[in-house]
């Protein structure tokens, strides 16, 4: 179902609030059992579009968490990625030595995770690991899996619970597929 439009493109319901609040809840419980939670760990939150998907995430933990953001970019205002990644924002606290969850909006091409994990990993983490709301496989260009995938989803442009189009739709309940033209 049609409900609004973008920059003239309509918009049409691809998953629905309800459905990803299950799912982040579910996420958050199986997350938690792999974590072995000696000290609180640090969720890392990639922002922009992941900001609202890592506060509801850790909303569900029933353990104390640090939360840090690392803003990146590698789409500016276009619905494609531009394959090369711009740290914005670094990360303001340590993570030598400590547990990490990488939190990420989408999983499209690969090329963002695999840079930010690597370039994380340089940090010395104890453990890494990548949650993602949305997985796009079919569209992937490095050979790269999320440890916790929310949903899988065709290779289509997406909007909406965090996610963007040129800054437009993050504040959108649920996940709108935008339409080709």
Request: aromatic letters at 8%.
């Given at each position: 179902?049609?409900?609004?439009?973008?920059?003239?493109?309509?918009?049409?319901?691809?998953?629905?609030?309800?459905?990803?609040?299950?799912?982040?809840?579910e996420l958050a419980r199986e997350i938690a059992d792999d974590f072995s939670l000696k000290e609180p760990p640090v969720v890392v939150g990639?922002?922009?579009?992941?900001?609202?998907?890592?506060?509801?995430?850790?909303?569900?933990?029933?353990?104390?968490?640090?939360?840090?953001?690392?803003?990146?970019?590698?789409?500016?205002?276009?619905?494609?990625?531009?394959?090369?990644?711009?740290?914005?924002?670094?990360?303001?606290?340590?993570?030598?030595?400590?547990?990490?969850?990488?939190?990420?909006?989408?999983?499209?091409?690969?090329?963002?995770?695999?840079?930010?994990?690597?370039?994380?990993?340089?940090?010395?983490?104890?453990?890494?690991?990548?949650?993602?709301?949305?997985?796009?496989?079919?569209?992937?260009?490095?050979?790269?899996?999320?440890d916790y995938v929310g949903f899988q989803v065709p290779d289509m442009f997406l909007v909406g619970y965090g996610l963007d189009w040129a800054?437009?739709?993050?504040?959108?309940?649920?996940?709108?597929?935008?339409?080709?033209?």
């Amino acid at each position: 179902m049609v409900v609004m439009e973008i920059k003239g493109r309509k918009l049409s319901l691809l998953i629905k609030e309800e459905d990803i609040k299950r799912r982040v809840k579910e996420l958050a419980r199986e997350i938690a059992d792999d974590f072995s939670l000696k000290e609180p760990p640090v969720v890392v939150g990639l922002l922009k579009g992941a900001f609202v998907f890592t506060a509801d995430l850790v909303r569900h933990f029933d353990f104390h968490v640090h939360v840090d953001f690392l803003w990146v970019s590698s789409y500016g205002s276009s619905m494609e990625s531009s394959g090369s990644i711009k740290i914005v924002k670094d990360l303001d606290c340590e993570i030598e030595g400590r547990d990490v969850l990488l939190v990420d909006d989408i999983l499209d091409t690969g090329l963002t995770l695999k840079e930010i994990k690597e370039f994380l990993s340089l940090k010395s983490p104890r453990t890494l690991k990548t949650c993602v709301l949305l997985d796009k496989r079919e569209n992937r260009k490095v050979d790269i899996e999320a440890d916790y995938v929310g949903f899988q989803v065709p290779d289509m442009f997406l909007v909406g619970y965090g996610l963007d189009w040129a800054e437009l739709g993050r504040n959108l309940r649920g996940i709108y597929a935008v339409a080709s033209s």
